[in-house]
């Protein structure tokens, strides 16, 4: 069974940079694409992007195109979401889920626990 | 690409049927048959409940039921529990590897 590892909390000053990570178990990570959903306080859920591990093939949310990186490295079975300089509103929960939309796999499952980044002055 | 549109709230009593409508547009909802819905209790992570609009993954209740007609999709939840009290989102293929999410809806059982 493939489980979602992400990791821990954060907590940053606007300016700064950052990059969190999403590491898969299993043999077939990749053979899937990971996404990331962004969760702001109270809020509801929001699609960011999707990478391909096995070639780094990624695509975005024009919501977040531009404003996050979207990578992974194969050899580690990890996927990372990255900012390079980080505002008050990226303040937010953030999941990482598996899909396979190349077979008709177009749901997410299983999730990570989420990644709670806090951006405060 | 504009969130879906769900009611912000439902809610009904042990055993009753409750629906949650999710509204999209031919360029997502009514354009496949990949609708999913997710349950979040508060301070969980999302979990799959319904996948290709009316499929249920393997350990989740045949209380819950999903189906679609032209640009709106719908969660049905039967013989409602108390642990049905979540959060409910339904999300979208958009085409070209894109995903939409609606607002998500909370759902009270009295």
């Known amino acids: 069974e493939v489980q979602l590892v992400q990791s821990g909390a954060e907590v940053k000053k606007p300016g700064e940079s950052l990059k969190i990570s999403c590491q898969g178990s299993?043999?077939?990570?990749?053979?899937?694409?990971i996404g990331w959903v962004r969760q702001m306080p109270g809020k509801g859920l929001e699609w960011m992007g999707i990478?391909?591990?096995?070639?780094?093939?990624?695509r975005y949310s024009p919501s977040f195109q531009g404003h996050v990186t979207i990578s992974a490295v194969k050899s580690t079975s990890t996927a990372y979401l990255q900012w390079s300089s980080l505002k008050t509103s990226d303040t937010a929960m953030y999941y990482c889920?598996?899909?396979?939309?190349?077979?008709?796999?177009?749901?997410?499952?299983?999730w990570g626990q989420g990644t709670l980044v806090t951006v405060s002055s | 690409q504009s969130a879906l549109t769900q009611p912000r709230s439902v809610s009904g009593s042990p055993g009753q049927s409750v629906s949650i409508l999710c509204t999209g547009t031919?360029?997502?909802?009514?354009?496949?048959?990949?609708v999913s819905w997710y349950q979040q209790h508060p301070g969980k992570a999302p979990k799959l409940m319904i996948y290709?609009?009316?499929k249920r993954p393997s350990g989740v209740p045949d209380r819950f039921s999903g189906s679609k007609s032209g640009n709106t999709a719908s969660l049905t939840i039967s013989g409602l529990q108390a642990e049905d009290e979540a959060d409910y989102y339904c999300c979208s293929y958009a085409g070209s590897y894109t995903w939409v999410f609606g607002g998500g809806t909370k759902l009270t059982v009295l």
């Open positions: 889920a598996r899909l396979r939309p190349g077979f008709g796999e177009n749901w997410f499952d299983p």
């Open positions: 031919s360029s997502d909802v009514g354009g496949y048959n990949y």
């Open positions: 299993g043999n077939s990570f990749t053979t899937y694409w």
């Open positions: 290709d609009v009316s």
């Open positions: 990478i391909y591990p096995d070639d780094s093939d990624t």
